[in-house]
């Protein structure tokens, strides 16, 4: 769809699980591989030097609260998210169609989009499938998504198969804005009116209008329906030729069989040369899982909010800090981690940094849980090429579920 500046290079597989390279006008990025969340352009508390330090290739973004504040043009004036954010590599924007439906303090649902209001100020916006592309081809990340309509994860047939139905008419109108918008070569900043209270946007030189290469990604829906599901993909394959496909809907209260369930057949059924790209699933255990059904990108925001309330990641399942166990704990987080946290710290002291509410516990342990799913990542990728995976996955697994150093809560 966009020429050749998205390839993805598959290098090795081991059953179902896959080793690659994806290409992006950014750079490339070996997958299996987890993005951090920075929603507001910024991964919570960590600058991107950090993040980058620790391995991370591609960071994620959300279209929904940019467009708010500062406003997408605010940003494609500024040079976009890259420039913006200060970051040279791989970028991903969600549509925010997820942000609209769990955060917005009002919003209708129509066929033509979703209105909605401002939770800053009570202003109503329209959320249309052309309107979200204009969004985030201004904000010009690498990958941007289509608009989707979301549903509870548990939802009957009937309310899946009508949003599910509803997600690929607006495929349709997001490939047609995307491709309306790639043949103009222009940046649609002009179509995109500044927020209100802002100051208005200066002129911009020819140059800094032009569209960024982008590719977009459609969505897999169905909640957790097998035939939806395959209508849904069978659907998306008849409107376009994709540079990746992303399996949206999941982690949002099915349980977990089911979850693992709609995996299986989303990994036979998606194009094997494509990135497939699993949304908001972020858990050490469900990233092995995903990996291990065909996944190869992946998000989540679990890491950094997790660690705001000092709850770390560990092999063993996760640690709570706030726990008195912990008061007098000498030992590091994760022996062996190479996060600053575990390298300089013991528990004792990131258990106080909690109890005295220092924003310098979250921030320790944002960057010890990234740390550590960007090693899981890494670990996958080398088992995978090394044809050892299977027996890799099951022992992790079986030692994160078992060990259990603290219950994991979710
Ligand atoms: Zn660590």
Same mark, same amino acid.
């Given at each position: 769809?966009?020429?050749?500046?998205?390839?993805?290079?598959?290098?090795?597989?081991?059953?179902?699980?896959?080793?690659?390279?994806?290409?992006?006008?950014?750079?490339?990025?070996?997958?299996?591989?987890?993005?951090?969340?920075?929603?507001?352009?910024?991964?919570?508390?960590?600058?991107?030097?950090?993040?980058?330090?620790?391995?991370?290739?591609?960071?994620?973004?959300?279209?929904?609260?940019?467009?708010?504040?500062?406003?997408?043009?605010?940003?494609?004036?500024?040079?976009?998210l890259h420039a913006f954010a200060r970051w040279d590599g791989p970028m991903l924007t969600d549509s925010g169609g997820f942000q609209v439906f769990s955060l917005?303090?009002?919003?209708?649902?129509?066929?033509?989009?979703?209105?909605?209001?401002?939770?800053?100020?009570?202003?109503?916006?329209?959320?249309?499938?052309?309107?979200?592309?204009?969004?985030?081809?201004?904000?010009?990340?690498?990958?941007?998504?289509?608009?989707?309509?979301?549903?509870?994860?548990?939802?009957?047939?009937?309310?899946?198969?009508?949003?599910?139905?509803?997600?690929?008419?607006?495929?349709?109108?997001?490939?047609?804005?995307?491709?309306?918008?790639?043949?103009?070569?222009?940046?649609?900043?002009?179509?995109?009116?500044?927020?209100?209270?802002?100051?208005?946007?200066?002129?911009?030189?020819?140059?800094?209008?032009?569209?960024?290469?982008?590719?977009?990604?459609?969505?897999?829906?169905?909640?957790?329906?097998?035939?939806?599901?395959?209508?849904?993909?069978?659907?998306? /394959?008849?409107?376009?030729?994709?540079?990746? !496909?992303?399996?949206?809907?999941?982690?949002?209260?099915?349980?977990?069989?089911?979850?693992?369930?709609?995996?299986?057949?989303?990994?036979?059924?998606?194009?094997?040369?494509?990135?497939?790209?699993? /949304?908001?699933?972020?858990?050490?255990?469900?990233?092995?899982?995903?990996?291990?059904?065909? /996944?190869?990108?992946?998000?989540?925001?679990?890491?950094?909010?997790?660690?705001?309330?000092?709850?770390?990641?560990?092999?063993?399942?996760?640690?709570?800090?706030?726990?008195?166990?912990?008061?007098?704990?000498?030992?590091?987080?994760?022996?062996?981690?190479?996060?600053?946290?575990?390298?300089?710290?013991?528990?004792?002291?990131?258990?106080?940094?909690?109890?005295?509410?220092?924003?310098?516990?979250?921030?320790?342990?944002?960057?010890?849980?990234?740390?550590?799913?960007?090693?899981?990542?890494?670990?996958?990728?080398?088992?995978?090429?090394?044809?050892?995976?299977?027996?890799?996955? !099951?022992?992790?697994?079986?030692?994160?579920?078992?060990?259990?150093?603290?219950?994991?809560?979710?």
């Amino acid at each position: 769809m966009s020429g050749s500046a998205f390839a993805f290079r598959l290098e090795a597989s081991d059953a179902s699980a896959r080793a690659g390279e994806f290409s992006t006008p950014h750079g490339t990025v070996e997958t299996p591989a987890f993005m951090p969340v920075g929603t507001h352009a910024a991964i919570r508390g960590l600058t991107t030097a950090e993040v980058g330090a620790m391995g991370a290739r591609m960071l994620l973004s959300n279209a929904y609260h940019l467009y708010l504040r500062p406003g997408d043009a605010v940003v494609r004036a500024l040079g976009g998210l890259h420039a913006f954010a200060r970051w040279d590599g791989p970028m991903l924007t969600d549509s925010g169609g997820f942000q609209v439906f769990s955060l917005a303090r009002y919003r209708e649902v129509r066929e033509d989009g979703i209105t909605f209001r401002s939770k800053f100020d009570g202003s109503l916006h329209e959320y249309t499938p052309e309107r979200v592309i204009q969004v985030q081809r201004n904000l010009g990340a690498d990958i941007i998504m289509q608009l989707d309509e979301l549903i509870d994860g548990g939802s009957d047939i009937a309310p899946a198969r009508a949003a599910m139905e509803r997600s690929l008419r607006w495929l349709e109108r997001c490939h047609i804005e995307f491709n309306r918008i790639t043949r103009d070569g222009r940046a649609p900043l002009d179509e995109v009116a500044a927020p209100t209270g802002t100051p208005s946007i200066p002129p911009m030189a020819s140059d800094d209008c032009r569209a960024p290469q982008q590719a977009l990604f459609p969505i897999v829906q169905g909640g957790v329906h097998a035939e939806l599901r395959l209508a849904s993909h069978r659907g998306i /394959m008849s409107i376009g030729d994709w540079d990746g !496909v992303a399996v949206g809907g999941l982690s949002t209260g099915e349980p977990k069989p089911e979850m693992y369930a709609t995996l299986d057949l989303c990994g036979a059924e998606l194009p094997q040369k494509r990135p497939r790209y699993l /949304m908001g699933v972020g858990f050490p255990d469900d990233l092995i899982e995903g990996v291990r059904r065909g /996944m190869d990108l992946f998000d989540c925001v679990a890491p950094t909010r997790m660690g705001r309330h000092g709850t770390a990641f560990t092999p063993h399942g996760t640690l709570q800090l706030l726990k008195g166990t912990h008061r007098l704990d000498r030992t590091p987080l994760v022996e062996g981690c190479a996060c600053p946290a575990c390298t300089h710290y013991d528990r004792a002291y990131l258990r106080h940094l909690f109890a005295a509410d220092e924003p310098l516990g979250p921030r320790l342990i944002a960057l010890h849980n990234l740390t550590m799913l960007m090693a899981l990542m890494r670990d996958a990728r080398a088992a995978i090429l090394a044809g050892t995976f299977a027996r890799w996955s !099951v022992d992790w697994l079986r030692r994160y579920r078992d060990a259990g150093v603290d219950s994991p809560i979710r």
